[in-house]
């Protein structure tokens, strides 16, 4: 893509942990500028839904953000798209819940929120 295309930036989508993902192809690599670090999603809300927020492992926590193969540039994010497709919450939701829908329509943030 990128002989094709020289100003584009592509992102790999992948949960294998495939090897060389994010490498450029003239060293080796499948050549991907970048991957999503999947985990990071489905870390937050494993969390959010399963452990109370005074016994998380912060060390947990350090190394599922940080664990990224070297030299390899990933994008982290917090939601997934995969969370809506199934029906769950967002993070705010899980964040605030039921608070969310406390206050009137014109305090609530950025988009309309059903309650």
């Keep these: 893509m990128h002989t094709l295309f020289p100003n584009i930036i592509t992102i790999a989508e992948d949960v294998s942990g495939m090897p060389l993902l994010g490498i450029p192809a003239h060293i080796g690599g499948i050549g991907f500028d970048y991957r999503l670090s999947m985990a990071i999603p489905d870390k937050w809300i494993k969390l959010l839904k399963h452990t109370q927020d005074d016994a998380w492992d912060m060390g947990d926590i350090v190394h599922t953000l940080v664990n990224r193969r070297y030299r390899e540039k990933?994008?982290?994010?917090?939601e997934s798209h995969d969370q809506a497709l199934v029906g769950d919450k967002t993070l705010a939701f899980w964040l605030m819940d039921k608070e969310m829908c406390k206050y009137p329509p014109s305090f609530r943030l950025l988009k309309k929120v059903r309650c």
């Excluded at 990933?74 to 917090?78: N, T």
């Design 74 to 78: 990933s994008i982290a994010y917090a």
